[in-house]
């Protein structure tokens, strides 16, 4: 199993793959350092980006979108300024590419992370210290059934 980082702002999305990645036991890696061979050795993928614009990273999209039809299980890690349950699309959007490809989506998770975007810079950002120790232990938690379901 793997984990691809997509290139981080903040570096909060990282801290929350890592935390996953240390219940997990398993490797994050780069997307630079991601080469299409890595993907068909792995069952279980995730994936992991904050949200930019109502997306993930575009080169993780684009990625993503290039790598082929097969039987893998995928999961979804992103950092957000606006919790994803109130802006929804990012995940929808790359869900719904996971599902054309006939992968199956084991689990999401979310939670917010120090955003100083646009006009929230006056203000000194918003969310910050997020991802907090709370949001990491979340993470570990989100891991935890990941691997109690799938036995990894
Ligand atoms: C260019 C840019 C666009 C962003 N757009 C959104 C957005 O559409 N919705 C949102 O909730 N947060 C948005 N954010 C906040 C990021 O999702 C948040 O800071 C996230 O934790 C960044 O993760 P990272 O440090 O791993 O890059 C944006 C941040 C940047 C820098």
């Known amino acids: 199993m793997i984990i691809v980082q997509a290139s981080s702002r903040h570096g909060n999305t990282p801290k929350v793959a890592k935390r996953i990645a240390s219940v997990l036991d398993c490797w994050v890696l780069d997307l630079k350092d991601f080469h299409p061979e890595d993907f068909k050795k792995e069952d279980i993928i995730g994936f992991s980006s904050g949200v930019y614009l109502g997306r993930v990273d575009s ?3 684009e990625m993503i979108k290039s790598l ?3 039987e893998k299980k995928v999961f979804l890690i992103t950092t957000s300024g606006i919790p994803i349950k109130l802006l929804n699309n990012a995940h929808k959007r790359i869900k ?3 599902e054309e490809k006939g992968w199956e989506v084991i689990g ?3 939670c917010p992370g120090y955003d100083d975007i646009g ?7 918003i969310r910050k210290g997020r991802p907090s120790e709370e949001d990491l232990h979340k993470a570990a938690q989100f891991a935890e059934k990941l691997k109690s379901d799938y036995r990894i």
Do not use: A
Not at 119 to 125: F, N, S, V
């Open 68 to 70: 082929p039809r097969c």
């Open 59 to 61: 080169k993780l999209e």
């Open 119 to 125: 006009p929230t810079k006056l203000i000194g950002g």
């Open 96 to 98: 719904k590419i996971f």
């Open 108 to 110: 999401e998770f979310n």
